[in-house]
C-alpha cells in the first residue's frame, strides 16, 4: 500500500480557507523579484547528467515584455538528439530494474521539493508564458499532484504485477495438444517498460503536463528524453527547473535528459530513431499525426500516447442558470487568453434566451482587465507570440466579413512589448471555418439552436472530443447530453469554468476523436498502463 495518502496541493485554495491570501500574494511578490535575478544566462542542455553545449543558441524572450531576455539556451541538433537517446538506453538497464517503490518514493521527493518551490518555479512560469498569478501556481501544484498520484497509484497496484496457476492433472498424455492434461505452472502476469520515450511539452503547461508526461513514463521504469517547446513558442527554461529538482530528488544521471531544439529536427529524430520505444507528446494534431504517420510508414513500431488539441463545445439550455453559464463560459474560454486545448471556443444556446445570455456573457468579458500577469488584478496576459497574434487578427478580420463581432476584437496596448488582444464573442454559422478549427486565441463563437438534439448533433460535429459543458437543470437533457455528447472530459452545470480545470484524482483528463489516441485520460488509474507492456511468465513447477 501506498506509504502516504493522496491529497491534492490546492495552494490557493488552502491560503484562501484560512483567511491568508494576503501571505499568498505576498510569497508570489517575492518570488517575482527571486526570479528575475536568474533571467539572461546561457544555459547547457543536459545528457547523462553532463553539460551538453551547441554551436548555436535560441534567445528566450518573456511574452509579456519582449524586452526582458529570459535566458540563452542551446540550439540542438540531430547529433545531440542521439547521444541523448543513447543516454537513456543506457540509463535504461538499470532504472527499469529499479524497484517500484523506490522509483516511487524519488518522485515523492520531487513533489515534495516541487512543494518548497512552488511560487518560485510559479513566477518563472508567469515569465515565460504569460500567465496569471493564479493559473501559475496552479499549474504547479498540478504537477505536484501529478508525481504523488502516480506514486500511489503504482503502489496500489504492486507495479502491476499478479500472479496465477494450474494444478497437476492426474491424466498424461504422449503428446501435447491444446486443452490437454499438463504439470502445475505458476504463472507470473507482469507490466514492464518498454524503454525510451520522448517526451515533447507544450507551451502552454510547461511544468504540469511535461511533469505529467514525463513522471508517468519514468516511474513505470522507461527512461526519457525531454524536448521543452523551443521554437516560436519558448518554455525551455522551466524544463530547465524540472530537470534540476529531478536531479536533486535523486533521479539518476540519464534517466531524464534535457534537450532544446526545433520540432521538426529533434521531434523528427525521436519519431523515427529506433533507440526511441515511445512518444508522449502534447500539442497540435497535425504535428501529432505528424510523427504518429511518419513512424508508421517508415516501418518504426513506437508506443504513441499523444492529446492533440480541442474545439470545445458549451451548451446553454433555455433550463439553465444564465449567471452560472455565462461565468463558466467566460472563465474557460477568455482565461489565459484562450491559450488552453480544453477551453471554450464555441457556444449554442436555446433561441429563446440567447439575447439575454449574450449580454451576460458580454458583461462577463468586459470587466476582464488585461495586461502585465504578474499584476495582481490582471486576468488576461498577453499571447504567447506574434504567430499567435496574427491568428486572432486574421480570425476577427474573417468574422467581420462572414459574420458577427458582438464584443471585443481589438489589440491591446498596456504600454509593453508584447501582443495583448480583447476577449472576443463573435457570431458565425455553425459550417464557418472559425467553429471548427483550433484557434488557441480569446475568440469563442455564439450560435443558437432550438432543441436539445439539435445542439448536442452541432457540439459532436467537430474532428475533435477534449472537453465539452452542458449549462441546463432538465433532467432529461442532462441523461440525454451524457448518453450522446462525444468528449472525454465533460462537465455539467460548471460555474467556476465550463470546460477547463480537471483536478488531478479527481476528474480524468482524455480526448476522444482527433484529442487522443488511446482513449485513456492523464490523472486517471489507466494512465500510468500505457507506459507498459503486458508479460505473461509461466514456470512448471
Excluded at 395 to 410: H, P, W
Excluded at 443 to 454: A, C, H, Y
Excluded at 504 to 521: A, D, I, P, Y
Aim: aromatic share 10%; glycine share 8%; net charge neutral.
Amino acid at each position: 500500500m501506498p506509504t502516504s495518502r493522496f491529497e491534492n496541493e490546492s495552494t490557493y485554495k488552502k491560503f484562501a480557507d484560512s483567511g491568508k491570501e494576503q501571505e499568498f500574494d505576498s510569497l508570489f511578490e517575492h518570488a517575482i523579484n527571486d526570479a528575475k535575478r536568474e533571467f539572461g544566462s546561457a544555459h547547457p542542455m543536459y545528457m547523462d547528467g553532463k553539460a551538453v553545449y551547441s554551436n548555436e543558441t535560441l534567445i528566450e524572450r518573456s511574452p509579456i515584455d519582449s524586452d526582458l531576455i529570459i535566458g540563452k539556451f542551446q540550439k540542438g541538433n540531430r547529433e545531440h538528439a542521439r547521444q541523448a537517446i543513447a543516454a537513456a538506453q543506457k540509463a535504461f538497464v538499470t532504472w527499469s530494474e529499479l524497484g517500484y517503490k523506490e522509483r516511487a518514493n524519488i518522485f515523492r521527493k520531487a513533489a515534495d521539493l516541487f512543494s518548497k518551490e512552488k511560487f518560485r518555479l510559479s513566477a518563472i512560469l508567469s515569465y515565460e508564458n504569460g500567465k496569471s498569478r493564479y493559473e501559475s501556481v496552479g499549474e504547479v501544484d498540478e504537477a505536484i499532484d501529478f508525481m504523488r498520484y502516480y506514486a500511489n497509484e503504482i503502489e496500489i497496484n504492486k507495479g502491476y504485477s499478479r500472479k496465477t496457476s494450474s494444478k497437476q492433472d492426474v491424466a498424461k498424455v504422449a503428446s501435447g495438444f491444446q486443452g490437454a492434461p499438463s504439470a502445475a505452472e505458476s504463472v507470473t502476469i507482469s507490466m514492464k517498460p518498454y524503454g525510451v520515450f520522448g517526451v515533447l511539452a507544450p507551451f502552454n503547461f510547461p511544468i504540469s503536463i511535461s511533469v505529467g508526461m514525463s513522471a508517468a513514463a519514468m516511474i513505470t521504469g522507461n527512461t526519457v528524453v525531454f524536448k521543452p517547446s523551443s521554437t516560436d513558442n519558448m518554455s525551455m527554461f522551466t524544463g530547465l527547473k524540472m530537470y534540476e529538482l529531478l536531479k536533486q530528488a535523486g533521479l539518476p544521471d540519464g534517466v531524464f535528459n534535457y534537450i532544446t531544439g526545433p520540432g521538426s529536427i529533434i521531434g523528427e529524430e525521436l519519431a523515427s530513431n529506433d533507440g526511441v520505444a515511445g512518444i508522449a507528446f502534447t500539442g497540435s494534431k497535425s504535428t501529432g499525426m505528424g510523427m504518429i504517420s511518419s513512424a508508421f510508414s517508415s516501418g518504426k513500431q513506437k508506443v504513441f500516447v499523444v492529446e492533440m488539441g480541442g474545439k470545445n463545445p458549451a451548451i446553454v439550455s433555455k433550463y439553465a442558470n444564465l449567471d452560472d453559464a455565462a461565468s463558466g463560459i467566460s472563465s474557460a474560454a477568455f482565461g489565459f487568453s484562450g491559450q488552453k486545448c480544453s477551453c471554450t471556443s464555441r457556444v449554442y444556446v436555446h433561441e429563446s434566451i440567447k439575447e439575454l445570455f449574450v449580454s451576460k456573457l458580454i458583461e462577463k468579458a468586459r470587466v476582464l482587465k488585461i495586461g502585465n500577469p504578474l499584476e495582481k488584478d490582471v486576468y488576461m496576459g498577453p499571447l504567447i507570440s506574434e504567430s499567435a497574434h496574427r491568428r486572432y487578427t486574421e480570425s476577427i478580420e474573417r468574422a467581420r466579413t462572414t459574420g458577427r463581432v458582438l464584443y471585443g476584437g481589438n489589440t491591446v496596448k498596456p504600454g509593453l512589448n508584447g501582443f495583448y488582444v480583447e476577449p472576443t464573442i463573435i457570431e458565425v454559422r455553425h459550417e464557418s471555418e472559425l467553429v471548427h478549427k483550433e484557434l488557441f486565441v480569446p475568440i469563442v463563437t455564439i450560435e443558437s439552436f432550438k432543441t436539445i438534439d439539435e445542439a448536442i448533433s452541432m457540439a459532436n460535429d467537430v474532428e475533435y472530443g477534449l472537453t465539452a459543458a452542458l449549462y441546463s437543470n432538465n433532467s432529461r437533457e442532462i441523461k440525454e447530453f451524457s448518453k450522446r455528447i462525444q468528449a472525454g472530459t465533460v462537465y455539467v452545470n460548471r460555474a467556476i469554468s465550463a470546460t477547463t480545470g480537471a483536478i488531478v484524482g479527481l476528474h480524468t483528463f482524455v480526448g476522444w476523436k482527433s484529442s487522443g489516441l488511446t482513449g485513456k485520460g492523464t490523472g486517471s488509474k489507466h494512465y500510468l498502463q500505457q507506459f507498459l507492456r503486458e508479460q505473461s511468465m509461466s514456470i512448471v513447477k
